[in-house]
């Protein structure tokens, strides 16, 4: 059973919107960002890494000072190398 209710008058409402200031910039920015994740990530070979690439890094883990266990996870995860640091990319 549905509640009984009133419609006030709702088609009489107003509201104030606040101004949106896109600059250039914002929209470069978001263009990159769907550039980006629309990618697809093709191998390069003959030079090394750069900033920007991405890395499939295979990561397994050892407990310290023991030995590794057959029930180990392992997993490929992509890396982006950055100027001073990798970091974990969103991207599968």
Do not use: C, H
């Not at 107003?14 to 978001?30: G, H, I, Q, Y």
């Not at 960002?33 to 690439?53: F, H, K, N, S, T």
Request: hydrophobic share 35%; glycine share 8%.
């Amino acid at each position: 059973m549905l509640p009984e209710f009133e419609l006030g008058d709702y088609k009489n409402l107003s509201f104030e919107m606040p101004t949106m200031d896109v600059t250039d910039e914002d929209v470069t920015k978001a263009l990159e960002e769907m550039r980006e994740r629309a990618a697809a990530l093709a191998p390069v070979e003959g030079r090394p890494i750069q900033d920007g690439d991405f890395a499939q890094v295979k990561l397994l883990g050892t407990p310290e000072g023991g030995r590794r266990a057959a029930a180990s996870r392992q997993r490929a995860l992509p890396y982006r190398r950055g100027r001073k640091r990798w970091s974990r990319s969103t991207r599968t």
